[in-house]
């Protein structure tokens, strides 16, 4: 008998016995967990789930919490003011002994459920638009005063892809680091952008 379950965004075929490298769950090790959103039972009677199977689930023991792979990120501007910068990440991981798939009464089974661990900092992703919100209520003034086309080669169209980044004031744009102008894509921000803001939010 297998089952297809999915965790941390993403689908896979089990069966009891198999070793699983998943995203990272809110584990120790030597606990067991269970997977209760399963796509799908296979055997002699398949069923289907829409989406899940109802009172289905696949039980698990956490062998430990691992990091996979480096994966490097490098990135490089080919301009006068040019940069270039080399970033390294190593995804958090959780090993896992699948031991038991239950076609029913997973919900009675008193196992704590599989569930990610959100990483430090990203506890109230909710919270963010709403102060975001609440900053342009508060400063619209503000906002309008710091006109971004006044910066040598921002025109138009470029201050309103800033203003859709988020970067509305002279001081929001000096406040950028690196990665955070590496991460916006709706626009390239120039270095010479940021130097002039940072003279302009003075005074």
Request: glycine share 10%.
């Amino acid at each position: 008998m297998f089952a297809v379950l999915k965790t941390g965004g993403k689908q896979y075929k089990v069966q009891a016995g198999d070793i699983l490298r998943v995203e990272k769950l809110a584990a120790d090790a030597g606990e067991k967990v269970q997977f209760n959103d399963v796509l799908m039972l296979g055997g002699d009677a398949p069923v289907v789930g829409a989406p899940f199977v109802e009172g289905a689930g696949v039980q698990a023991e956490v062998i430990e919490q691992i990091k996979g792979d480096k994966v490097i990120k490098f990135v490089k501007r080919r301009r006068k003011h040019s940069s270039k910068r080399t970033v390294g990440h190593r995804q958090k991981l959780t090993l896992v002994k699948i031991t038991d798939i239950l076609a029913s009464g997973a919900d009675k089974s008193g196992l704590k459920a599989a569930t990610g661990s959100a990483p430090a900092g990203e506890a109230a992703p909710a919270a963010k638009p709403a102060k975001k919100a609440e900053a342009k209520a508060e400063a619209p003034a503000a906002a309008a005063a710091d006109d971004l086309t006044a910066l040598t080669g921002v025109g138009p169209a470029a201050a309103k892809k800033l203003n859709e980044a988020g970067i509305e004031s002279f001081a929001a744009l000096a406040a950028l680091s690196d990665e955070q102008i590496a991460a916006i894509e709706t626009v390239k921000v120039k270095p010479e952008w940021v130097e002039q803001a940072k003279e302009l939010a003075k005074g």
